[in-house]
């Protein structure tokens, strides 16, 4: 209390703003579009970030590597070189042998020759060596039946379709035997002895099977 010309008057209290309504008030101010018109955008932080943590990264092997910056440059570059070298020798023959699809791809053996074959590579568990030999003892034996011409460059599916005039009977085995053959040849699938005794069954039951004679009749 203060006295002045004997009247008593109330001393006047500071303004205080509470703390939290203060920080909350410079938040909402703060968070106003016009304070960041100039920021970086969210892609721009991204790369930054990257960046940074690349260049740690880089600086942390080039302090390991004798020759440091230039001997890791040198490291990665023969990396590439290895990589590059190997898909080129491993991957060009699958890509040759995938744009081709042929049923035979060595010099003309008999359907005995590819049943022989077979029998070994399933003796020994190698299930997809052995169907694709007995998918080849089939389309051959066909062959020697007349039922197909030969014909060089012939896929498996070709074989199967026309088989499929003169056996109409077997046509949807004979497909989905053909479908088998493609899949384990070129699409990376292995076979088992399931398939392998499917695909048996099914050159044991051509070799049974009279064929439907067409052509011209008189």
Do not use: C
């Amino acid at each position: 209390m203060m006295s002045t010309g004997g009247l008593i008057t109330a001393a006047t209290p500071p303004v205080t703003t509470p703390h939290d309504p203060a920080r909350e008030a410079a938040e909402r101010e703060l968070s106003k579009p016009i304070y960041h018109q100039n920021d970086p955008g969210l892609l721009d932080r991204a790369l930054r970030k990257f960046f940074e943590w690349l260049d740690d990264v880089l600086g942390s092997a080039s302090g390991a590597t004798p020759g440091g910056t230039f001997g890791l440059l040198a490291i990665v570059l023969l990396a590439a070189l290895a990589i590059a070298a190997l898909w080129w020798r491993l991957g060009s023959p699958r890509r040759t042998a995938t744009s081709t699809h042929t049923l035979f791809d060595d010099g003309i053996r008999s359907a005995a020759d590819h049943r022989t074959a077979a029998e070994a590579h399933a003796a020994a568990g190698r299930w997809t060596e052995a169907v694709q030999e007995r998918m080849r003892a089939v389309v051959r034996s066909l062959e020697e039946r007349t039922l197909l011409d030969p014909r060089p460059g012939r896929t498996a599916d070709e074989a199967a379709a026309e088989a499929s005039v003169s056996l109409p009977e077997h046509s949807t085995d004979l497909r989905s035997a053909a479908r088998t053959f493609d899949d384990i040849t070129y699409g990376g699938r292995t076979a088992d002895a399931d398939t392998y005794a499917r695909m048996r069954a099914l050159d044991t039951t051509l070799t049974r099977t009279k064929p439907l004679l067409t052509g011209p009749t008189a």
